[in-house]
DNA sequence: GCATCGGAAATTGTATACAAAGTTGTGCCC
DNA sequence: GGGCACAACTTTGTATACAATTTCCGATGC
């Protein structure tokens, strides 16, 4: 397929592989992921894909059907919402642990980050630029030095993606890198009430940019939906 | 070995027979986990051992060291502490819904819960009652109707077992009876600010009854441990 | 006695074979 | 032509065979 040989695969960096895609939305929701077709993609046997799969399935981002095989999930709206309370629970506070803890370093971390999501976005790769605005939230729980809800955050990070390339209304050009800036500018101060507010209202921002009403829901059987 | 035989088990009933033992403290931390033993246990082949094994190690329950098998996890001083943070993210608001959307049924759960777990104090079954215990906090997220979040209190409460398990340091009989009480009190209330606040306190109570100190900590390594 | 170095045994890692379930296509009947 | 039944094909589920690695144990040398 393409450089896909040239690398040792295990099941780790196979569903690492695979989350970066969807995370950028190469491979969007619903897309069924056949055993055989990725075994013969990375070069490596079923066994190590089902690994790969069951992962990601413990994420969230596959939803395995018995004897069906493998999809890329397709959130609900009310899993959306879900999501979104979760992270409204974990990322303030943790912003505001950021902030307390911030060293030079993290801060040339998020500078980068946000260079490169410009970058990305001048380039018109707007999948990648999708994926380092995770990171974005990703590194400031790292930062905050907390693996444990790191590893939450980053789940739902990656589902927000998949929830975006569902529900995402508005056609202009994710305008949310202000935010990141701002939340930037709170870190170089140390004011972890600051961050912790603008993180709270970025989270906002975000699924106010959702269209979450039910209607544009898929439907749960193809039959139901054409009886309508 | 006992009844093991009687049911068909899958991936999933395995995982969530060992989780529910791991809770109760029947596998300690440490205890290896082969398997082909367990393969013969259950009567199943390697094949869903591997992805039961799989599956508790996403959820930080077993290790799995590479070549070397699985292990009942044994969380460090640093794990204990971050997932006790990210408790007291979750289940304090958490509560606060739950007692918004409290119901009757919800009432009689968390009571017949409460009434078990005495149950199992008087009869000395202490795994047990722990394991109650944490139903009690998994089962508020549940009527706060949050899948998600209940997902990752889910495990977080086994972990706390774990970490019970390695630093617990009162001897005195968990207590901790009469904080759910409170707890219940307030949901009876419909009292949002209070559960919440009763929660908060819960979980603080819980880590001051640690010794988190970091001596007691587990060497990394035995070889290492004996050279000093 | 103690450390070190094989080599056998045991255990895990991966691939593959076969079974089971689902999907698709064809032809028959009405 | 539409509906149905059955067969061929495809895909997943599980067990097992074999390879790779570690562990255990005893022999050897100092």
């Known amino acids: 397929m393409n450089s896909l040989n040239t690398k040792v695969w295990s099941a780790e960096t ?52 018995r004897n069906r095989g493998a999809f890329v999930a397709q959130p609900s709206v009310r899993e959306a919402r879900e ?5 409204a629970l974990l990322e303030p506070r943790t912003a505001w ?12 971390l998020l500078h ?13 790769e707007n999948g990648r630029a999708l994926y380092l605005s995770g990171q974005f939230h990703i590194e400031i729980a790292r930062i905050a030095d907390q693996t444990t809800i790191e590893g939450f955050i980053s789940e739902l990070i990656s589902r927000s ?21 701002a939340l ?13 507010q603008l993180m709270k209202s970025h989270l906002l921002d975000l699924i106010a940019s959702l269209d979450l009403r039910n209607v544009t829901q898929p439907p749960a059987s193809l039959r ?5």
Chains 1, 2 share one sequence.
């Open 14 to 65: 196979v569903s690492a592989d695979l989350e970066r895609a969807i995370h950028e939305h190469r491979l969007p929701p619903g897309t069924k992921l056949g055993e055989d077709e990725l075994g013969e993609a990375y070069g490596i046997s079923r066994t190590i894909v089902r690994a790969a799969l069951l992962a990601l399935s413990h994420r969230h981002l596959v939803e395995l059907k």
């Open 83 to 87: 999501v979104f309370e979760a992270r």
């Open 97 to 108: 642990s950021a902030a307390e803890r911030m060293t030079d370093d993290g801060l040339a």
């Open 112 to 124: 980068e980050n946000i260079r490169q999501e410009h970058a990305a976005l001048d380039a018109g």
């Open 161 to 181: 993606s998949l929830i975006i390339a569902l529900y995402w209304r508005r056609r202009a050009a994710m305008c949310e890198t202000q935010a990141h800036h």
């Open 184 to 196: 930037l500018d709170a870190f170089e101060g140390r004011d972890g009430a600051t961050a912790e």
């Open 224 to 228: 139901e939906a054409l009886n309508r």
